[in-house]
Structures are given as structure tokens and as C-alpha cells.
């Protein structure tokens, strides 16, 4: 099947008449973006799957940076992790003050 003419264009350089790679929809931003790669993002929690990745990976005898890329963060937090290998679900406290006012307290 022989491609239109209207595709090809600029010396025979196939010019396709959407975009590859591109989410459809918005044109910008971040929305944009390929949110696949979540290493690459900053600020990101850890979850406990991730660590207990990195556990395993690191209890087969890989080495602390490799065990940390295939789990998805840095070889900074590999560190942490290893000084405090709780998973973050048990790292987290409860809170123990008031967040707003309490509209139901004089009823």
C-alpha cells in the first residue's frame, strides 16, 4: 500500500499525521509527560512493595545501587533503607492533634 502523498514531506521524511508517543488529550505540562517511569519522578513515597523488593534483591547478593534501580528509587534511599529497614507502613505515626476545629463540639 502506497503512503499519500500528504505524508511525506521535507525531502521524503515521513511526517504521520498524528503524534507517537504523545497522550492525547492535552497538549502540555506535566500532564504530558510519560508518568510511566516513576524512578525518574521526585518526591514520591516509597511503597512496601518497593522495599521489600530491595530487601530481596539485596538478600540474592546484588549490590546495594543495582537492588535499588530495579526497585525504583536511589541508591541515597538504598542507604537509608539500610540503616532502618522497617517497611513505611510501620514508619508511620499516628496523629495525635487537630487538624481543623471540630464544627459538631458545642452540640
Known amino acids: 500500500m502506497p503512503l499519500p502523498e500528504t505524508a ?20 502540555g505540562g506535566i500532564a504530558a509527560q510519560s508518568t510511566n517511569d516513576l524512578s525518574s519522578m521526585p518526591n514520591l513515597h516509597l511503597t512496601d512493595c518497593q522495599v521489600m523488593l530491595y530487601m530481596t534483591s539485596r538478600s540474592r547478593n546484588q549490590s546495594k545501587d543495582a537492588a535499588a534501580a530495579s526497585a525504583g528509587f536511589s541508591a541515597g534511599t538504598a542507604r537509608r533503607i539500610d540503616k532502618d529497614p522497617r517497611l513505611p507502613s510501620q514508619k508511620k505515626q499516628p496523629r495525635t492533634w487537630r487538624t481543623r476545629t471540630d464544627p459538631l463540639r458545642d452540640a
Open 8 to 27: 511525506l514531506a521535507n525531502g521524503g521524511d515521513l511526517k504521520l499525521p498524528f503524534r507517537v508517543g504523545q497522550p492525547s488529550g492535552v497538549e
